[in-house]
């Protein structure tokens, strides 16, 4: 099995290519962006050593298919998918923030919780709530876009607005659509017997339009439970069967690495890497309810670089 970690291709009409986490962007006369989604890992803003064979081209199905069937709540930005592992979409300028809407206590929220942590982005937390509790409305909690190698961090409303990083029109906005784009993912989790716990969204302008851009609703991106068991194991204070990719984040934690400084990545052998592909086909096919077809892995750059470039030049 063969991963792609990176790629450096030459574009028709390409003015620059940004090489973020997973993901590498080129930029399209300016007006057009062609992402592909390499099977890079991430976790806690740390670039794993390891790529993961075919993780690129489920997060890129999954976000095609979520985006597809979000398009009346919000526009967003793809226009196409040349290839099963690239979105080409609409050039916008991002938000500097992303919405994390949370409808459960859990992750790092619960992490702070347990600390004595009580207001997270501005929210306030009732008492006595537990882990992995359903929260009585969902909430927002945004987080800084930081750059590579630094990490997030967590920002109220009232510092988005103070420092201008929205206007207060364009924040109700994207309080609404991130709102809105939860329950609707919501609803089509449960119909596949899963529970959304969390999400990211990431909004962009374009000609004055706030447009939902990247990836939406993919285990990198969010965080799902079991529907079947949810209540038993919660009753029991038991850790919830969980579709994310918080099983990585686990794995490291128990070999003794959180992305602080000093820790060194435990080593990831090919039965690791092997374990974390599966878990993505099994998250894929659960996520969608579709059989995850793969797609042929000789030269994957080489057939990428193909989609892309007749896509570019029809």
């Known amino acids: ?11 028709p009409g390409q003015k620059s290519v940004y ?23 991430s976790a806690f803003d740390v670039v794993l050593p390891e790529g993961i ?40 300028e991002g938000f500097p923030v992303e919405m994390i809407v949370r409808g459960y206590l859990c992750g790092s929220a619960w992490r702070a ?23 009585p409305e969902p909430i927002v909690t945004p987080t800084t876009k930081a ?29 609404k659509y991130t709102l809105d784009l939860f329950k609707r993912g919501t ?14 969204y990431e909004f962009g302008k374009h000609n004055g339009t ?15 439970f079991y529907q079947d068991g949810y209540e038993e194991r919660f009753e029991k204070g038991e850790a919830q069967k969980q579709l994310s990719k918080e099983f990585v984040r686990e794995w490291l934690m128990e070999n003794g690495f959180q992305g602080k400084e000093g820790q060194t990545v435990p080593e990831m052998t090919p039965e690791i890497v092997q374990s974390i592909s599966d878990r993505y086909i099994e ?18 750059a080489e057939r990428i670089e193909k989609n892309i470039t007749e896509y570019l030049t029809k």
């Open 147 to 175: 750059e590579l190698g630094l990490h997030d961090e967590d920002i109220s409303k009232e510092e988005i607005l103070k420092q201008g990083l929205a206007t207060p029109e364009e924040y109700a906005i994207l309080e």
């Open 1 to 11: 099995m063969k991963a792609l970690t990176k790629t450096d291709f030459n574009f």
């Open 53 to 92: 064979p075919y993780k690129g081209q489920m997060l890129n199905q999954i976000a095609a298919k979520f985006l597809d069937a979000t398009t009346d709540i919000c526009p967003n930005w793809k226009m196409a998918t040349p290839d099963p592992m690239v979105t080409v979409g609409v050039l916008c």
């Open 210 to 224: 706030i447009y939902l851009m990247d990836e939406i609703h993919t285990p990198d991106s969010s965080r799902y």
């Open 187 to 200: 609803e089509i989790a449960a119909e596949r017997g899963l529970i959304l716990v969390d999400t990211k």
């Open 283 to 300: 998250l894929f096919e659960n996520i969608t309810g579709e059989k995850f077809v793969k797609e042929d892995t000789t030269n994957i």
């Open 19 to 41: 090489h973020g986490k997973v993901r590498e962007v080129y930029n399209i006369n300016g007006d057009r962006l062609v992402m592909v989604a390499t099977d890079r890992i």
């Open 113 to 135: 919780y347990k600390n004595g942590v009580r207001e997270i982005c501005g929210v306030q937390l009732p008492d006595g709530m537990r882990e992995n509790e359903k929260f």
